[in-house]
């Protein structure tokens, strides 16, 4: 059980381009999804929480506008990388998790995304 | 604010145990997780810890102290298998997860 379904898992695209990650909870309804960012060799940074039927909840340096969260079922969230440049190419993840406590997030398998 | 330490890599034989310890300072407590992650992949779920003592699962076991703000994972029979980041995350007052940096573990043969 508790199965995350991430997708696409790699992505290349050119510059400019708009990036749009799919996030599925499977077997469970997720009231919480999170997403992460990781850049090589670095931990995990927590970008922004989603709520359905809410609005995200973005960290600190993490622009609302470039980085489209939606959260619009209890088992779907998008994120949507606009105008994307080389910067963000970076290993993107999805988490969902039923905000309890003792309750684990389980992850999707991520997605690689590399601007050309 | 919110801490937690862990080491930045260990390094271990083949067959051997390890222990990888983590403290925390956070705004509350309502548990605190490993995961396992492998190079270029997204962490695994390994164990929850709520309550002091130790919990066991298989080659693997888990420790919490609260009072001392103190988590160690304990890997038994190493496996070449078992070399990745081992990742700490408590979780505080508002169930959000606050992560650790990760131990990077290497295994030996």
């Known amino acids: 059980g508790a199965v995350v379904s991430q997708h696409p898992s790699w992505v290349i695209c050119k510059s400019g381009t708009s990036v749009k990650i799919e996030c599925r909870s499977l077997?469970?309804?997720?009231?919480?999804m999170f997403w992460y960012r990781q850049f090589p060799k670095q931990s995990l940074m927590l970008m922004a929480t989603s709520n359905e039927g809410s609005k995200a909840t973005y960290e600190q340096g993490v622009e609302k506008d470039k980085f489209l969260i939606n959260h619009a079922s209890l088992t779907l969230s998008t994120l949507t990388v606009t105008s994307a440049h080389p910067e963000d190419s970076s290993f993107y993840i999805c988490s969902a998790s039923v905000p309890q406590g003792g309750q684990p997030q389980h992850f999707g398998d991520g997605t690689r995304l590399s601007i050309l | 604010g919110q801490n937690i330490d862990q080491p930045t890599e260990m390094t271990a034989t083949e067959g051997a145990i390890v222990q990888i310890n983590c403290t925390y300072q956070t705004s509350g407590f309502n548990g605190l997780f490993w995961y396992q992650q492998h190079a270029g992949e997204a962490p695994t779920f390994l164990s929850y810890n709520v309550l002091d003592g130790l919990e066991e699962k298989g080659r693997f076991s888990s420790f919490l102290s609260r009072s001392k703000g103190y988590s160690y994972l304990l890997l038994k029979e190493l496996q070449m298998k078992d070399s990745a980041s081992y990742l700490c995350?408590?979780?505080?007052?508002?169930?959000?997860?606050?992560w650790g940096a990760g131990t990077k573990l290497i295994i030996k043969p």
């Open positions: 077997d469970f309804q997720a009231t919480t």
């Open positions: 995350a408590v979780q505080d007052s508002n169930y959000q997860l606050i």
